[in-house]
């Protein structure tokens, strides 16, 4: 992705964070950033702009891949010369004396992405579409077969945010998004069997802390579908307990759509299986040995 990149052992250029380097090639080659990036409605004056979105936002991940996660660190990677070469979108051994943008700028990009809901969706469409050119780079066309993964976690808040919420489950206060991942033949590993490559988020919303794990699934899973069968001809549904409730089943089978789900505990259930159930490894048959 730049030529200009070489090794040196001069004082003034040593890294700790050369690592980042191999980071900065992988995104080159998937193209993610650069794929939000385009469709982001940027309010600043175009006179006035020296760090592009996509720079920001490569500055933000990056760091946050180097366990940096608080936007303060910025302010010290910012000095980094092998962090300078990979965040900068711009050829030439002089990136590595370009500072980098300060944290009160990385506070503006959070609220250019989530300020208006064009750019929330341009960051979601661009996590599709990276998966996408991956899959089609990799074979020239849709795969047979994937499945997406449906599943919601706990963002931990601190302060007063707006939409966090407790959460009684979780016992915090909390952000409670919804994730979808994709995987060519459902097995994270299967490229190491020699199937396409593919793997990746191609649909997320963010929710506030309080809601039911299954809550906005509808319309969650109408547009995981639509990105999914652009890579994949035929989609299966893996989910959690928390979404194998009557309406979400019965919404996926109306659209004939395959899933699986695990069942919460169920008595009922548990007793017309036990005959199916075999016993662990390691203990007797309940009927002793013959």
């Known amino acids: 992705f730049n030529r200009s990149v070489k090794v040196q052992s001069t004082d003034h250029r040593i890294t700790s ?12 080659r998937l193209g993610l950033f650069d794929a939000i990036a385009k469709d982001v409605r940027d309010p600043r004056r175009e006179d006035r702009i020296r760090y592009r979105i996509d720079e920001l936002i490569r500055e933000r991940v990056f760091a946050m891949a180097l366990g940096c996660s608080a936007q303060d660190d910025v302010d010290r990677l910012a000095h ?31 609220g250019i992405l989530t300020g208006q809901a064009c750019n929330l969706e341009a960051v979601r469409n661009g996590l599709a579409q990276s998966v996408q050119r991956h899959v089609i780079a990799s074979g020239g066309r849709r795969v047979k077969q994937a499945t997406v993964d449906i599943d919601s976690f706990p963002i931990e808040v601190h302060g007063k945010q707006h939409g ?8 915090k206060t909390v952000y409670h998004p919804l994730v979808a991942s994709l995987s060519v033949r459902g097995d994270y590993d299967s490229t190491h069997q020699g199937n396409r490559l593919g793997n990746g ?33 035929h989609v299966d549904y893996r989910l959690d307990a928390g979404y194998t409730i009557g309406s979400v089943m019965d919404e996926l ?4 759509r395959r899933f699986v ?16 159930i075999h016993r662990p490894p390691g203990r007797p048959p309940q009927n002793g040995y013959e």
Request: hydrophobic share 35%; aromatic share 6%.
């Open 253 to 256: 089978s109306s659209k004939n």
């Open 80 to 110: 980094d010369p092998a962090f300078r070469v990979a965040v900068w979108n711009r050829t030439g051994d002089a990136v590595a004396d370009e500072r980098l943008a300060s944290q009160p700028t990385q506070s503006r990009l959070i």
């Open 164 to 171: 966090a919420n407790y959460n009684g489950y979780y016992k």
């Open 17 to 28: 964070h050369a690592g980042v380097i191999m980071l900065r090639d992988a995104e080159h």
């Open 201 to 233: 988020f191609i649909h997320a919303t963010l929710r506030q802390g309080q809601v039911h794990t299954a809550d906005g699934m509808k319309r969650f899973v109408d547009k995981t579908d639509d990105h999914a069968h652009s890579i994949a001809q």
């Open 261 to 276: 789900g695990r069942l919460k505990s169920n008595t009922k259930l548990d007793a017309l299986a036990a005959e199916h």
